[in-house]
């Protein structure tokens, strides 16, 4: 799947916008699914909370915040790239908005601090 | 004196490495290795080459894991002395660094890529606006020489034997804004098919690995744009 | 002409829940702040008729773009024919959609509903 040549800043934010999207539909029926226990009651819906309430699926919960930010502003890349003007840069890479996957990695980043700090706190 | 480990492909689809060395020199191209492997040293390995100096766009191969010309790259610019010397990915190998370019030109016409015009030759020459956006855009191709790094270099193209391919495209982008081109709506129909503009990720391979800075990843994101205001005006009507 | 329609239909469905993923993860940073119950997840989701008008388009939404992008994966790295990969596509499409429903049902209308609406 991976070559040498083709470990470029922008092919990396390609392959993290996959594999998040990847995580997240693998998260998405376990979601629904969770919303749907409220069908159960409401005892139903609390004891799923207080299942969660614990070290490895908060771990998930994290991963999942960062996966769910970065598949975002991951996306709003490509949607620029591919809808908006390009900007006339002298090497001609700058279409490629290689500034915004790192700022998309931070934000994803700070935005899991800020969850687990939540959880922590 | 000094010397490089030149590694060369032999064989086809299978095959294996042969190991030569090779004087190096204060000015070296990968091309020049190559001849001089080939005049000096063993005479059975194919590639192929005319102009030398990058013009022609027929001595594009892998070079240390990437799509380039090889007359256009210096040794120097590689910083190693262990070279790796393949022929170009995404295509048939028929020997040695000899593809089958086939597909590849297939493409090319598979994408609209036929000009067609209401005019004769003795109808006067077409007056465009040079600083006209639609001429500007037109622009895209007009360097293209088919050399197919663009399209050894895209990821899309090497998972989905039917995508067209960056250097296909971003002509059809130059067709659909060439104002002389009567057959527009057939281009843009052809580029925006099932191989065609809309299964591109914008991964930016083509444009990183085009010997000469253009940018199909542009000229297909154009496509999109383009594409997108067709069906959504359809729908409309 | 498929292809471009899907195409666009997966670009269009990403620019509208753009924001809304905003306001999705701005809501789980504050919920996993503030007390995280099942009563006062659904006193928010009922808090407000548009509160339940946004998830379900957010539903919909994601019923339409998440198989349309794993339908690119499944014939990109997976090697499946685009016929095998439009059926698994359309399977989670329907799955989707009717299991995000159903847990919009069961925070709003269900058996636990509080009548808010």
């Not at chain 2, 191709?141 to 391919?165: F, Q």
């Not at chain 3, 269009?12 to 809304?20: E, F, G, K, N, V």
């Not at chain 3, 008008?53 to 499946?80: D, N, Q, S």
Request: net charge positive; hydrophobic share 45%; glycine share 10%.
């Amino acid at each position: 799947m991976m070559t040498r040549h083709r470990l470029t800043i922008s092919y990396m934010a390609f392959v993290l916008h996959r594999l998040s999207g990847i995580g997240l539909i693998c998260f998405l029926p376990f979601h629904f699914l969770v919303l749907g226990l409220g069908l159960e009651g409401e005892a139903a819906l609390d004891n799923m909370l207080a299942y969660t309430d614990q070290p490895l699926i908060k771990l998930g919960e994290y991963i999942l915040v960062i996966l769910f930010s970065l598949h975002l502003l991951l996306g709003i890349r490509v949607l620029i790239i591919e809808w908006m003007p390009w900007p006339d840069r002298a090497d001609g890479q700058g279409g490629l908005r290689a500034g915004w996957i790192f700022a998309a990695l931070g934000i994803a980043l700070i935005l899991g601090w800020i969850f687990i700090d939540g959880v922590i706190a | 004196m000094e010397t490089l480990t030149v590694q060369i492909w032999r064989g086809a689809e299978t095959g294996s490495f042969a190991s030569f060395s090779v004087p190096k020199r204060d000015n070296q191209t990968v091309l020049d290795v190559v001849t001089e492997i080939q005049q000096r040293q063993d005479q059975s390995i194919s590639y192929r080459f005319a102009c030398r100096v990058g013009v022609c766009g027929s001595c594009a191969m892998t070079v240390n894991g990437k799509p380039r010309w090889s007359c256009r790259t210096h040794i120097s610019s590689l910083k190693s002395s262990v070279i790796t010397i393949e022929p170009l990915k995404n295509m048939p190998r028929i020997k040695d660094l000899v593809t089958d370019m086939t597909g590849f030109f297939d493409k090319w016409g598979q994408a609209g890529n036929v000009f067609e015009s209401d005019k004769t030759r003795q109808d006067a020459p077409a007056k465009v606006d040079p600083s006209s956006q639609q001429r500007k855009a037109a622009n895209a191709a007009i360097e293209c020489i088919n050399c197919g790094v663009c399209y050894a270099a895209c990821d899309v193209v090497s998972w989905n034997d039917e995508y067209l391919g960056p250097a296909a495209l971003n002509r059809a982008w130059s067709l659909v804004n060439d104002e002389r081109h009567t057959g527009k709506q057939d281009t843009l129909v052809a580029a925006m098919g099932a191989g065609g503009c809309s299964n591109c990720h914008s991964q930016g391979n083509c444009m990183t690995a085009c010997p000469i800075g253009l940018s199909p990843t542009r000229s297909i994101a154009g496509l999109k744009k383009m594409s997108l205001f067709s069906l959504m005006g359809k729908q409309d009507g | 002409m498929v292809e471009a329609r899907l195409y666009i239909l997966q670009r269009l469905t990403a620019a509208m829940m753009a924001p809304m993923v905003v306001g999705h993860l701005l809501t789980i940073l504050y919920a996993t702040r503030a007390e995280l119950t099942a009563a006062t997840i659904l006193a928010r989701v009922q808090s407000s008729p548009w509160l339940i008008v946004f998830y379900t388009a957010f539903v919909v939404m994601v019923a339409i773009h998440a198989p349309l992008g794993l339908r690119k994966i499944l014939v990109e790295w997976g090697r499946l024919s685009t016929r095998a990969a439009n059926l698994i596509a359309l399977f989670l499409f329907v799955l989707f959609l009717g299991m995000g429903l159903r847990g919009i049902w069961a925070l709003t209308g269900g058996s636990i509903s509080g009548g808010a609406i």
